[in-house]
């Protein structure tokens, strides 16, 4: 098996823009250049939002988000912020409803980078990371499960990670303190996987960490740029491997509870996704362990 990991590696992540994603579309329809995370900062905060055929869930999310933050930018002018959707290659009208917030914040508020193809929730998060112009970058699912208020929950996590080493910490959103009522809600067989994934991810790759797979996660951007650019794997295992480099480079991570609750219509296949997940797992652990990947930093292009 660590043969087969070793050699089926792709040594390098996979950190190409295609023409087009080099680009925003403004709210007048004109092209702008996509700012890099390599730039220095404009805004406190950048939320990066991944949508795949998320026209029926986005709007709740933004609605909800947007509310926030204008509210929060009212009570102090000094706070700025931006809103990057992020379309993986949707086949529906994903981007269409994106511009339309927009059109009615502003490009400068919200922006949408629409991506040539699938690349995955890791890949898309990615890529509307590196096009980034936040201090902080908060990771935000389409579907809105977690309470955008709290954000301040993990904004006290990170403050409390305080000094940062190199100005890096990571603060994750946590679900586990809802694990026993969630159970009761689930089949057997899910709550089976569900178990057997979280000894994996304990035993194979992240010790500390409870819940690796909240989509509500706040980085500063020096750790954004660091473990983003490290990061190979595109699809949903993908938090997990961003933990495993955060805990190889000794990058603090807090781990924080938030409210959660579940939306109907997740992209997750309960088996087949747990069983890529499950290889995935395998594949992060050996592979850094064998060297067939490296903890290089590198550049968008």
Request: aromatic share 10%.
């Given at each position: 098996i660590c043969m087969i990991a070793h050699v089926t590696a792709r040594k390098m992540p996979t950190l190409h823009r295609h023409e087009k994603e080099k680009f925003f579309v403004n709210a007048e329809g004109r092209k702008e250049s996509v700012p890099s995370i390599h730039d220095p900062p404009t805004r406190e905060?950048?939320?990066?939002?991944?949508?795949?055929?998320?026209?029926?869930?986005?709007?709740?999310m933004m609605d909800e988000a947007l509310d926030y933050l204008e509210k929060r930018?009212?009570?102090?002018?000094?706070?700025t912020y931006e809103v990057i959707v992020v379309d993986?290659?949707?086949?529906d009208q994903t981007t269409k409803v994106a511009m339309k917030y927009c059109k009615k914040y502003g490009s400068d508020k919200v922006r949408v980078l629409s991506l040539v193809k699938n690349r995955g929730k890791g890949g898309a998060v990615r890529m509307g990371v590196f096009s980034s112009r936040g201090k902080k970058i908060l990771m935000a699912d389409a579907d809105g499960a977690t309470k955008f208020a709290d954000i301040e929950k993990v904004e006290e996590g990170l403050k409390n990670l305080q000094p940062w080493p190199n100005q890096m910490a990571i603060s994750c959103g946590s679900r586990a303190h809802l694990e026993k009522d969630s159970i009761a809600k689930r089949s057997y067989f899910r709550t089976l996987l569900m178990y057997g994934f979280h000894f994996l991810v304990w035993f194979l790759c992240v010790k500390e960490i409870r819940d690796t797979q909240c989509g509500f996660k706040l980085l500063t951007r020096e750790a954004a740029s660091r473990t983003f650019s490290t990061l190979h794997i595109e699809r949903w295992a993908f938090?997990?491997?961003?933990?495993?480099?955060?805990?190889?480079?000794?990058?603090?991570i807090a781990e924080v509870a938030v409210n959660w609750t579940e939306i109907e219509g997740s992209k997750l296949v309960p088996f087949w996704s747990w069983l890529q997940m499950g290889r995935d797992l395998l594949?992060?652990?050996?592979?850094?362990?064998?060297?067939a990947w490296q903890l290089e930093t590198r550049?968008?292009?």
């Open positions: 905060l950048s939320v990066v939002v991944p949508s795949y055929n998320e026209e029926e869930r986005l709007p709740l930018q009212k009570r102090d002018p000094s706070f993986d290659g949707s086949k938090d997990v491997e961003l933990l495993y480099i955060a805990q190889c480079l000794r990058i603090p594949f992060i652990r050996l592979r850094y362990m064998t060297g550049k968008c292009n």
